[in-house]
T-cell receptor, first 114, second 112 residues
């Protein structure tokens, strides 16, 4: 069974640009969550999507947005990039079942903003 | 105050030692308690998953949850150099969707 796939693996952007990250969940998983990981703040929750609907959102500015497609694949977009957006962005998929919150993570996209 | 507090370490132990990793959390509504292991340049992988209070054992790993004191523990017996990684505790509850909150992670080094 294929795991969670995130593309691209590495990205280098400059301030003010925008970026789109992609995540393909495990087959059969309908929930996709996104996290930002930095050495100083650790893993911080961005948002969760289930069946194309955003169910939960973290405390990030509106420059961070996402969406989910009918095949459960998800994209995350960051507009007007800032230096502080440099981080490892992790996607995790799960069944989304209320009684089972086991997250399966991809290897992440390492974003560097110059 | 962070919702989940975890000592970032690093923690260095000799091979074969028993390792104890701990976290505290603030919200008594949390229902699910997890431990994830993360190797360098990889995403976290689920190690242990517990619903509510109690102990759970899986091989050399034991997870404990004490909801009365809001305390989460992970014990690793007979630690191996391959256990060297960052260990993240996490808690979650369902409120029409999930929002899993992670601790800062503890870096563990097991010396051969």
């Amino acid at each position: 069974k294929a795991g969670v796939t995130q593309t691209p693996r590495y990205l280098i952007k400059t301030r003010g640009q925008q970026v789109t990250l992609s995540c393909s969940p495990i087959s059969g998983h309908r929930s996709v969550s996104w996290y930002q990981q930095t050495p100083g703040q650790g893993l911080q929750f961005l948002f969760e999507y289930f069946s194309e609907t955003q169910r939960n959102k973290g405390n990030f500015p509106g420059r961070f947005s996402g969406r989910q497609f009918s095949n459960s694949r998800s994209e995350m977009n960051v507009s007007t990039l800032e230096l502080g957006d440099s981080a490892l962005y992790l996607c995790a998929s799960s069944l989304g079942d209320p009684t089972n919150e086991k997250l399966f993570f991809g290897s992440g996209t390492q974003l560097s903003v110059l | 105050q962070k919702e989940v507090e975890q000592d970032p370490g690093p923690l260095s132990v000799p091979e074969g030692a028993i390792v104890s990793l701990n976290c505290t959390y603030s919200n008594s509504a949390f229902q699910y308690f997890m431990w994830y292991r993360q190797y360098s340049r990889k995403g976290p992988e689920l190690l242990m998953y517990t619903y509510s209070s109690g102990n759970k054992e899986d091989g050399r790993f034991t997870a404990q949850v004490d909801k009365s004191s809001k305390y989460i523990s992970l014990f690793i017996r007979d630690s191996q150099p391959s256990d060297s990684a960052t260990y993240l505790c996490a808690t979650s509850r369902y409120t029409g969707g999930f929002k899993t909150i992670f601790g800062a992670g503890t870096r563990l080094f097991v010396k051969a």
